[in-house]
Nanobody
Framework: QVQLVESGGGLVEPGGSLRLSCVAS????????MAWYRQVPGKERELVTI?????????????KGRFTISGDDAITGDAAKPTVTLRMIRLNPEDTADYYC???????????????WGKGTIVVVSA
């Protein structure tokens, strides 16, 4: 089993910054993608950003230029505890949500690919 643990959420004023981290509890045999999602109560979970094995990234339109995902060492290397981060700047109240990390991969050579999820960290942007 793999546990993903997010940290770094909190209360921040509009225009402020936060850095979220997500650490996996064990090494993966292979990672396909690493991603961050967010969810507001009553709404569907939204993909914020995703990184693939080639290091290509994609961002939802509303966060482009403000959010940056990183985790190159985890997705291309052999990290004992893969870590993916989300750097967020110029935050606004619309960014308020529960943020979840997700790693798609397999933990052993014989295991199937699957998505692993963290339990989330709350980000509140408010004056």
């Amino acid at each position: 089993q793999v546990q993903l643990v997010e940290s770094g959420g909190g209360l921040v004023e509009p225009g402020g910054s936060l850095r979220l981290s997500c650490v996996a509890s064990r090494r993966f045999f292979g990672i396909a993608t690493m991603a961050w999602y967010r969810q507001v109560p009553g709404k569907e979970r939204e993909l914020v950003t995703i990184m693939d094995t080639l290091g290509f990234t994609n961002y939802t339109e509303s966060v482009k230029g403000r959010f940056t995902i990183s985790g190159d060492d985890a997705i291309t290397g052999d990290a004992a505890k893969p870590t993916v981060t989300l750097r967020m700047i110029r935050l606004n109240p619309e960014d308020t949500a529960d943020y979840y990390c997700s790693i798609e991969g397999r933990v052993t050579e014989s295991a199937s690919h699957r998505n692993y999820w963290g339990k989330g960290t709350i980000v509140v942007v408010s004056a």
